[in-house]
């Protein structure tokens, strides 16, 4: 049987999944591309993106100067401080956090530290 890179990210991302659904936490979940990088709250319940934050939206490319790379360290810790902002907006202050199978490295991980250093507790 042999499996792809994308099959096998989406397998580890269930497990990750399961496991929230079972807490019954809110969920701070990371998607990424090569050009972007994507974060969502979502409610415990998995029914209601609570706040969503990307690369994507103009204002952060604007943020990120000429080149609007999304696709870097400094862009994810951008979104980490934004998610963080508008999670606790909305009355958020702890998540459980979903790297939805990607590695806790690079862009994943510097996402995840600017939350918490935003105030969000994982």
């Known amino acids: 049987m042999s499996t792809n ?5 989406l397998r580890r991302s269930r ?4 496991r929230i659904a079972l807490q019954g936490a809110v969920r701070l979940t990371v998607f ?3 050009l ?3 974060a969502s709250v979502i409610s415990g319940d998995g029914n209601t993106v609570i706040a969503s934050a990307s690369t994507a939206e103009k204002e952060i490319r604007t943020q990120l100067g ?7 360290v400094d862009a994810a ?11 606790k ?3 958020v202050e702890k998540v459980a956090f979903d ?24």
Do not use: P, S, W
């Open 5 to 9: 890179k994308k099959e096998q990210r």
């Open 15 to 18: 497990q990750t999944r399961a």
């Open 32 to 34: 990424r591309t090569n």
């Open 36 to 38: 972007h990088i994507y």
């Open 66 to 72: 000429a080149t609007g790379k999304g696709g870097n």
């Open 77 to 87: 810790t951008l979104i980490g401080k934004r998610i963080a902002e508008k999670a």
């Open 89 to 91: 907006a909305a009355g």
């Open 99 to 122: 790297r939805a199978g990607f590695a806790y490295h690079g862009r994943v991980k510097a996402l995840a530290e600017a939350a918490r250093e935003a105030g969000l507790q994982f």
